[in-house]
């Protein structure tokens, strides 16, 4: 079979993966990784699932690969360090079947709350690392990772990027390859991390890394483009499509694999080129190390560590070139909002209304830090919200938390965030956490977890009960109000933020974009009863402006009946009716 | 060598330009060229500006499309037009669909949404004006705006309109295919 199709990063990862006889995937959901297992779940041969979050995603491979099967994690860069705990410790371990962990950087923030390089951890988690820079490689430096993972014995790291990921590109498909399980068989010294066997992998790591090196320079991934030889540029990933785009006459050692680095084969190209450059987005790594090497090189002095590059970018910073075009318009800026109809919006009036601070979490509720909503004051990382109410409470005693509260998602609140719980209930907290429960992981787009009743699969499953959940860990205090309902939420909040105690409030109604929740209503208004006050203004619904009179019109194809403009008309100048 | 051209589809999130460039990427990919498309996910697309880049040609390296380098501009917003029209090349062409959607920073008060676009951006490029919302609604669907910008931006592309319609049939939930080739029809004929 040699068919051709366009895919998605994500999606050719997927199909490597599937080609390369993988048999477990899990992950938890992250953007840029997102898609990986949304497509890897169309193949039956695979066995995948979400887990709670990455170091549960982690084990889970880990496990697999120890009984012997190929398996893969996949999860964004931030979720990389989740799941550090477990990718240090495998690295002394190694595999029985091959392991695979795809880490899904994101230069450029384009949804993430840092700009961290996973290379970086894997160099010191001692993890070698591909990179590849289109979906064609994305597929193929996928099936290669598993080869040689079960060669050195070693989980590999395929880095990607954003740019890599969400970009689509042809990739010619190619039948799956069964491979056969390793037999298992019991052996402590390798498999049991204590002390005295750990003293001895780290010996092999060290060892592994060295002879990875060396047989670097001669695989056939890292491999050198000569041309005129006034420029060489040392790049990888999408960097070098820009370097290909802005100068396509340079030579170009392109590396492929960007840990451990081929030493010999980058000597020998920095000895043949007049000025050699390293084009790497993110951290000096690879610059770095070749400097250390003593070989002359330029990179961030001119290039920046900040942000994704572009060929545009190259041809000024090396070429001294700059491409005309014309003056960007002075224009409004449009930054992402919550939906309308979106359920965190009605939350968030009502905490406006009481002028509650939020300590936030990781999801599209981190937008109710922005006008006009203004609620959430601080956001660190998944399961942080609870966590940092809780210090702040015991640095500044409880009266001191009265007018906060914490806010998390239900997907989040399974993923890290039921830990923070129990350590407030051990150490005899106070303060109130509202569950945005929406039902599903909303941010990035719609995927499953352990309260909502199904698998990655699509199979019926348990439903985590998250009132039962809070009750067995010890909260006494535990309130379920319709998220829409801002009267019984508004009365709920003062009582629960008034307790000496540990509550919780969990807000539910889905999320706007689900499916199974399109709504049959509109909301209308009614301009002679407008008075003009703005109120339904307040909660910054995009469906909702203000006209030239001052009355307001809503966007009719915008607008899904949720009601909360209407429940704030004191006029009742806003009509709820059927689309 | 045939030059490599490149297309941008800028509009709010939500308004479904993802599955715009995925029919282009269909496109371009069935009439053999060396295909990228580059889209945006997670966070931004919630009511946010959004980009998506589409490059075909012999070989295509870079996956973005740069400031001064596009060969069309399909805006599914016309304040977004305004944004992304220095990206166009001097000689582009904009298909730009008139609808006003503003942006929290108009809402709020603290900007003003700038009047008289068009007539600003035809005055520096080609401009294809279109109504889609309007259009859509005609059809009894305001979801398929989208596919009558395809159709409109189709006529100022080299390829076969039967081969559009099969791309859209391959490319769209099957549910909606009669109604989406009727809008791609619609926004052809325009």
Known sequence: MSEKKIMLGNEAIARGAYEAGVKVSAAYPGTPSTEISENIVKYDEIYAEWAPNEKVAMEVAIGASMSGVRSMASMKHVGVNVASDPLYTVSYIGVNGGLVIVAADDPGLYSSQNEQDSRCVARVAQVPVLEPSDSQEAKDFTKLAFELSEQYDTPMMIRTTTRLAHSQGVVELMDRTEVEDKPYERNAPKNVMMPGNAKHRHVFVEQRLKKMAEDASSMAINKVEYQDTKIGVITSGIPYQYVKEALPNASVLKLGMVHPLPRKLIEEFASKVDTLYIVEELEPLIEEQVQSWGIKAIGKEILTIQGEYSATMLKKAILKEEVVSAAPEQVPARPPILCPGCPHRSVFSVLKELKIHGAGDIGCYTLGAVAPLNVIDTTVCMGASISTLHGMEKAKGKDYIKNWVALIGDSTFLHTGVNSLINMVYNQATGTVIILDNSTTGMTGHQDHAATGKTLKGTPTYAVDLVDLCHAIGVEYVSVVPAFDTALLKETVKREVARDAVSVIIAQAPCALLKTNISKNKCITLPEKCKKCGMCLVPGCPAITKQEDGTVKIDDTMCNGCGLCMQRCKFDAIEKVEK | ?190
Request: proline share 3%; charged share 25%; net charge neutral.
């Open chain 2, 1 to 190: 060598m045939e030059q490599t051209k490149s297309i941008m589809i800028v509009g709010v999130g939500g308004q479904g330009t993802l599955i715009t460039s995925r029919i282009l990427g269909g496109i371009t990919t069935a009439a053999g060229y060396d295909v990228k498309l580059s889209e945006v996910h997670g966070m931004a697309q919630r009511g946010g500006s959004v980009v998506t880049f589409v490059r075909y040609g012999e070989k295509v390296a870079e996956p973005i499309v740069e400031e001064g380098c596009a060969d069309v501009l399909i805006a599914f917003e016309r304040l977004e037009a305004l944004r992304y029209a220095h990206f166009l090349k001097k000689d582009g062409v904009i298909i730009v669909n008139d609808q006003r959607i503003d942006p929290m920073t108009v809402v709020t008060g603290a900007c003003i949404y700038p009047e008289g676009i068009i007539e600003k951006l035809s005055a520096a490029y080609k401009v294809v004006r279109v109504d889609a919302m309007e259009e859509a609604k005609k059809l009894g669907n305001s979801r398929v705006f989208n596919t009558i910008i395809i159709g409109v931006a189709a006529r100022q592309m080299n390829f076969a309109k039967e081969d559009w319609l099969r791309i859209i049939e391959k490319t769209v939930p099957p549910k909606t295919v009669e109604m989406n080739k009727l809008a791609f029809e619609a926004g052809y004929a325009m």
